[in-house]
């Protein structure tokens, strides 16, 4: 009796540590993979002006110097080449500066 109990005990921590190496693997590639978070495009203001339907919907990183604070996650930034001078609006969605 004593000896089923035993194994009984250790099927069941078993069992326990399955469960969490499968939780911890699952929590690993969620948090690898981009199911939620689409991926940033890294480029210029002369493309974004160029092509400005392709950008549409898409996140896109501008590298540029505010001209104007709008919001707390929103700015202003313009490059006189581009767009005939007028200031380009960036909401910056992700929070992070």
């Not at 089923?4 to 250790?10: L, T």
């Not at 898409?58 to 604070?69: I, L």
Request: contains cysteine; hydrophobic residues 45%; charged residues 20%.
């Amino acid at each position: 009796m004593n000896d089923n109990s035993q194994r009984g005990d250790f099927l069941q921590a078993l069992g326990q540590t399955g469960v969490l190496v499968f939780l911890v693997v699952m929590a690993m590639v969620v948090r690898s993979c981009s199911f939620f978070e689409a991926k940033a495009i890294i480029t210029n203001t002369s493309k974004i002006a160029e092509n400005t339907d392709e950008f549409i919907g898409n996140s896109v990183t501008v590298k540029s110097r505010v001209s104007q604070k709008i919001g707390s996650s929103s700015f202003t930034v313009s490059d006189a080449r581009f767009f005939r001078g007028e200031p380009l609006v960036v909401v910056n969605a992700s929070g992070v500066p």
